[in-house]
C-alpha cells in the first residue's frame, strides 16, 4: 500500500517536534513512500516580513530578520546534530542564497520576488528533516520540488503542467526504495524558475505527488486530531467530523476553511484517493477522512471566518445598470492580478465584492478599475460563511452584529460584519 504523508509546519517547529516526527516514522505509524513538508513553524511568516524589509530598502530591519531566521534554524541543527556539523554547512549555504535573491530582485515585480525568496523556508526545512530521518536510520531521500512539479511562471500562484509533473515524480520514485522527501508550496518553471504554489499550498504539493503516484491514501499530520465544522481556535465548541465527501470539502476550503489547502481535492478525486487528517500529537486519535462517499459533516452546519476583508462596490460613473460587460471586466481584472472573491453581490446598479486585503494585488487592480468606474471601498471586516444554515442558526451566530453585506443561496449563508464587533472567540448555539 503506497502511502503520502504531508507534515505541517507546526509539526516540525523545532528540534523536540522533528524528534518526535522521527518516532512517528520509526515506529507508530506505516511508512510512507513518499513524504512532504512545510516550513518549519512560523517561518513562512517571517520571510514575508524579511521580503518586506527588502522591498523597502531597510538594510537594518532586513539584517535583524535574516539573522533571526538563520538563528532558528542553526539551533535546530546544533540541537540534533551538535554545533558544527554538516547539516549547518548546508543551511548557510541556503541562506547565503536567499540573501542573493533578495538583492537581486527587490525592484523586480512582487510576485516574481516573493517566489524567489519565500519557499526558502520549505527547502531549510526539509535539509533538517531529511537529515535527521536519515540519521536515526529511516531511510530517507531529499527531493528538490523544483526538480519535480512544473509549472507555468504564474507567480504566488502557479498552475501545474501535469504532464511534465508525472513523468519528474515517477521516473524518480523507480529509483530507489528510500522514503522521497520533497517541499510543499514550491516548484519551478519549465525553465528552472521558481514558483509557489499559493500560501498554504504544501497541502495541494502532497496532492499533486499522490496523484502522480497512483497512491492509496494521502495522510495530512495536523496539531488537530481532525477535520471540525468550524475553527476549533475560533469556536470553542467546534465538532470533529468523522467523514465528508470531495464535493463538501471542497465547498468548505473553498469558503475559507483553513485545515485542507482548496487545490487539494482536485487530484485526490481524479483517482479517488482518500484523505486522512491525523493528530501528529495523538497519532491514535480517531481521525477524519474526505473521500468519495458522503459523511456526516456533509449535511452538518459548517462555519467559517475570513479576517481582514474589505468591500468594494463598483458601479457605472453614468449611473446605468450594472451589466454583464461591467461583470466580466471587474472579474478579468481581478483575475488577472490574483485576486479572488470571498463575496459576489450583485444589484441593479452596483456590484459588491468582498476580498481579502492584499494591498500589493490590490493597488493596480483597483487602479485600473477606477479609470472607468465609480469604487467605493469599506476596510476592516470579517466575512462568516456557514454552510447548510437556518435562521435560527444565522441569527444567534449574528449576536446583534452589524450586517454590512449578504448573500444567499440553498446551502451557503455569507454575512459581512464590522470587525470591530468581532471578537476572536465565537461559539456555535448549542
Known sequence: ????????????????????????????????????????????????????????????LYRRRLAAIRN???????????????????????????????????????????????????????????????????????????????TDDCHQAANIDWVATRERITSLAQAGDEVLLTQGFIGATADGVMTTLGREGSDFSAAILAEALDADELTIWKDVPGLFNADPRRFTNAR????????????????????????????LQRRGTPLTVRSFLEPEAAP?????????GDTLPACML???????????????????ALMAKVLTRFAEAGLHANLIDVEALRLRLAVNNQPER????????????SVARRDDLVLLTVR???????????????????QRNATTAQRLYLAAE?????????
Request: aromatic share 6%; net charge negative.
Open 1 to 60: 500500500m503506497l502511502r503520502v504523508y504531508k507534515f505541517g509546519g507546526a509539526s516540525i517547529r523545532d528540534a523536540e517536534a522533528i524528534r518526535h516526527l522521527g518516532e512517528l516514522l520509526a515506529e507508530k505509524a506505516p511508512r510512507p513512500g513518499a513524504m512532504v513538508a512545510s516550513a518549519m513553524g512560523k517561518t513562512t511568516n517571517a520571510l514575508e516580513a524579511l521580503l518586506q524589509a527588502a522591498r523597502q530598502s531597510d538594510e537594518t
Open 72 to 150: 532558528d534554524h542553526l539551533t535546530v541543527a546544533e540541537a540534533l546534530f551538535g554545533p558544527e556539523s554538516a547539516v549547518a554547512d548546508e543551511l548557510e549555504q541556503w541562506l547565503a542564497e536567499l540573501n542573493d535573491a533578495h538583492h537581486a530582485y527587490r525592484d523586480t515585480a512582487f510576485p516574481f520576488h516573493y517566489d524567489q525568496t519565500v519557499g526558502v523556508g520549505e527547502l531549510l526545512s526539509t535539509t533538517l528533516v531529511a537529515a535527521w530521518l536519515n540519521e536515526i536510520g529511516v531511510a530517507t531521500r531529499w527531493c528538490d520540488a523544483r526538480q519535480l512539479i512544473i
Open 240 to 267: 470533529q467530523i468523522a467523514r465528508l465527501s470531495y464535493a463538501e470539502a471542497l465547498e468548505q476550503t473553498w469558503h475559507g476553511a483553513k485545515v485542507i489547502h482548496p487545490r487539494t481535492l482536485a487530484p
Open 288 to 296: 477524519s477522512i474526505i473521500g468519495p462517499e458522503s459523511g456526516e
Open 306 to 324: 475570513r479576517d481582514d476583508q474589505l468591500l468594494l462596490e463598483i458601479s457605472q460613473t453614468d449611473g446605468s445598470f450594472v451589466d454583464e
Open 362 to 373: 490590490l493597488a493596480p487592480a483597483l487602479e485600473a478599475l477606477e479609470a472607468h468606474f
Open 388 to 406: 447548510h444554515p437556518d435562521d435560527a442558526l444565522l441569527d444567534a451566530l449574528e449576536g446583534g452584529r452589524t450586517r454590512v453585506a449578504e
Open 422 to 430: 468581532c471578537s476572536d472567540s465565537w461559539r456555535l448555539p448549542d
